[in-house]
């Protein structure tokens, strides 16, 4: 620890002893799955990747190296002991200490709380190649506290983890064409940089408690927070967020996040795949197999745009096709791989958009999650049962339906062809917070119910006295598929059982025999 002396200025000076602690600390827990971690910083470029901790004092700064900025690109969120909540924003130099609010100790707390989160990253800057210069990274050398104050660990650390990939959607922070931004928004949205798609785009922030009037109703700001924690939440898991705007599985025309990140995986280039890796200089695989997560969960596919052989503009738009597919497959085969026998491997179907692609990318994404499954059965017994595709299609769909290339679009991103805001959306395709909050329900309830389901067929297969695994599945037989409301009677239902007998049949499985006697 490094014991520094501050002079507050005020009305009269006063020096003020601190202590420097590292993010090394085993008190600070950090997201799993998104930051790179030495003894002397904590760096990520994941918008979403948190940390938390427990703190003893009357004061507390954070201490950020932004000598790799480019300029003022990363937003910090801070909430401290539930009460104090803002926003900061480093600058481009070594030295940042930003002084964080700290309210009085109440309500019977012998400590303070801590969680920062990186809330947002430009997109547009390097997001991928180290952050050495010009980038958007977070690089975390310390915390700063009173002389004599301890970090203790957080009061709750969920028991679960999940790791959650996805492109603009689920990083919540994105990219709007002027043309695309709908006048709910565009009074209340301040323009930061100058994005790769032309001198007119601009790159957005959402940070306002509303994005103005529209028909007279006011539409809630994009979340800081996006569907994947509400899932988390709800499945008891701490989720560690990797999405980056602009990114799909594949390669062709170059689906790939901003700020450099690749694909989600690229067939055949491990270099150039984004999901095994922190950045390009860091593997993600050492964390997953350290704590394998529970679940792993790809929202990606709005971005791999799948074309109809005669789709008007296909020249000029970004189509992936067969390629998809294959990617969807391989990235399946990897995770498990990569993780547990007993992850909980989920393929999400995009939420919305299908006007865009006609339904073809969702076909695309059903093949490839076939294609994985139908190999996983040749190589094993049973298949894969910890790996789903989740459709949430059409409950998803409300508000989120994006804009239709195939009808008079002039370029790739189709402006003009907008819906307009929703009562869920700005701009057709992004959720605001309220969405982010029945997404991330919908997609928990769902994964949940299929794991119970799961669960309730291996409780079936278990023997009721021993336990043991059964040889056979348990299997009954209903009267009214032979006799319907005719003729049931006791002696009937013994004939049929000595039937069974007689025939084999129990040592099949059939141990039980239903009688419908039609009392309705």
Avoid at 193 to 211: E, I, K, R, V, W
Avoid at 283 to 306: H, K, Y
Avoid at 490 to 517: H, M, P, R
Wanted: proline content about 6%; glycine content about 8%.
């Amino acid at each position: 620890m490094l014991i520094s002396l501050l002079l507050a200025a005020g009305s009269m000076s006063r020096s003020t002893a601190t202590v420097d602690v590292p993010p090394s600390d085993p008190s600070i827990y950090f997201s799993d799955y998104n930051w790179i971690r030495s003894a002397a910083s904590a760096k990520t470029a994941n918008p979403g990747a948190f940390l938390r901790c427990s703190f003893s004092g009357t004061s507390l700064a954070l201490l950020v190296d932004g000598a790799g900025l480019a300029g003022q690109t990363v937003k910090l969120r801070y909430i401290v002991d539930d009460r104090a909540m803002g926003f900061a924003l480093p600058n481009a130099t070594a030295a940042n200490v930003i002084a964080l609010p700290v309210p009085a100790l109440s309500g019977g707390r012998a400590l303070h709380t801590l969680e920062l989160s990186l809330y947002a990253s430009k997109e547009t800057t390097d997001r991928w190649l180290g952050g050495t210069k010009g980038s958007s990274y977070l690089v975390l050398s310390g915390l700063r506290l009173d002389a004599g104050a301890k970090l203790a660990p957080p009061p709750l650390v969920l028991p679960k983890r999940a790791l959650v990939f996805g492109d603009s959607i689920t990083e919540v922070r994105w990219l709007l064409l002027p043309t695309l931004l709908p006048s709910c928004c565009r009074t209340s949205l301040t323009p930061r940089a100058a994005s790769p798609q032309g001198t007119n785009a601009q790159l957005f922030d959402y940070d306002s408690a509303s994005c103005g009037l529209h028909n007279g109703q006011r539409f809630a700001a994009a979340s800081p927070r996006s569907w994947a924690f509400g899932f988390g939440e709800a499945m008891q898991a701490e989720t560690s967020n990797a999405a980056f705007a602009a990114q799909g599985y594949s390669t062709f025309n170059s689906i790939a996040g901003y700020g450099g990140v690749p694909p989600l995986l690229t067939l055949n280039d491990p270099k150039n795949t984004a999901w095994d890796k922190l950045d390009a200089e860091h593997t993600r695989l050492p964390l997953l197999a350290a704590r394998p997560p529970d679940f792993v969960i790809s929202a990606e596919g709005f971005n791999d745009q799948v074309c109809s052989p005669g789709w008007k503009n296909r020249a000029s738009f970004r189509c992936s096709n067969g390629n998809m597919s294959k990617a969807i497959t391989q990235w399946l085969k990897d995770v498990r791989a990569a993780t547990s026998p007993t992850t909980t491997v989920v393929v999400l179907q995009p939420f919305g958009g299908e006007m865009r692609t006609k339904n073809l990318t969702r076909f695309a994404i059903q093949a490839g999650y076939d294609a994985y499954q139908s190999e996983s059965c040749r190589a094993t017994a049973p298949c894969d049962e910890h790996a789903m595709l989740v459709d949430l299609y059409p409950r998803a769909k409300l508000g989120l339906m994006g804009a239709d290339p195939s009808v008079n679009c002039s370029g790739a991103f189709c402006s003009g062809q907008a819906p307009g805001p929703t009562a869920n959306s700005c701009d057709g395709t992004h959720p605001l917070a309220h969405r982010h909050a029945h997404l991330g329900a919908m997609v928990a309830a769902e994964v949940a119910a299929r794991l119970a389901t799961l669960e309730s067929n291996k409780r079936a297969m278990k023997s009721d006295d021993t336990g043991a695994v059964r040889t056979t599945p348990p299997l009954r037989f209903i009267t009214w598929n032979r006799f319907g409301c005719k003729g049931i009677s006791g002696q009937v239902l013994i004939d049929t059982a000595d039937s069974f007998v007689a025939l084999g049949l129990d040592k099949l499985g059939y141990e039980f025999i239903n009688s419908d006697d039609c009392w309705m």
